[in-house]
């Protein structure tokens, strides 16, 4: 009991002092864990827990198309995609499908690793600008 507590102690501090774009890459690790986890409920022919899992790896597709700065060519790229994985997702939840899960599964691991090397070059980026400063 300790142990969870502690637990749940640290992922609530560590969402509550990330950046937002750490923020994101939790979501985009969130969105994989949910459709995993969706794709193994079918697989044991849990209906429920499937269904439970994809409609919260669709939750987080919301969000980020909700968060979109739409002022960027890339959001609107980016809302696309997500509205396509939406579909996908709510096909899958209909046929209780693992290969359409699979299917965006890919991608989002794409966005998802894209994402988390973007955030390495901005770091890099900022580094060099700061010592740059001194």
Do not use: C
């Amino acid at each position: 009991m300790v142990t969870s507590n502690a637990y749940d102690t640290y992922k609530q501090n560590s969402i509550l002092t990330a950046s937002p774009e750490e923020l994101t890459l939790m979501l985009y690790n969130g969105l994989i864990k949910f459709i995993m986890i969706a794709q193994r409920a079918i697989e044991e022919k849990d209906i429920q827990k499937a269904h439970d899992n994809i409609i919260r790896a669709e939750d987080i597709l919301h969000e980020f198309k909700a968060t979109l700065d739409m002022q960027y060519e890339v959001s609107h790229n980016l809302a696309l995609l997500y509205d396509y994985f939406l579909d996908r997702l709510f096909e899958a939840n209909i046929k209780k499908d693992a290969d359409i899960l699979d299917e965006v599964l890919h991608f989002v691991r794409e966005l998802r690793d894209t994402w988390a090397e973007a955030m390495k070059i901005a770091k890099q980026q900022n580094k060099k600008a700061v010592g740059a400063e001194k």
